[in-house]
């Protein structure tokens, strides 16, 4: 089993951007109808479960073998 070492900074930089994201479509009211109101519980679970989730993607990939090659496998042949 593989088992990747990613760049931090790459992943705190994804975590981030995605918590900015999430909290300014929180405080524009998008999808809660209420705007003006940023839930921080649910920004500090997302920011403590997205990293390992990410890492866990990454460690997938890296040990199946046959991902790398589907884009091989899907693409037409025109």
Do not use: C
């Not at 705007?35 to 460690?59: F, K, S």
């Amino acid at each position: 089993m593989k088992v990747p070492s990613p760049s931090l900074r790459e992943h705190l930089k994804f975590v981030a951007t995605v918590l900015v994201t999430i909290a300014v479509v929180q405080y524009t009211g998008v999808f809660s109808g209420n705007p003006g109101a940023i839930d921080p519980t649910y920004l500090v679970r997302l920011g403590l479960l997205l990293p390992i989730t990410a890492y866990l993607l990454t460690a997938i990939l890296a040990n199946v073998e046959w991902l790398p090659q589907w884009n091989r496998m899907v693409r037409n042949k025109d």
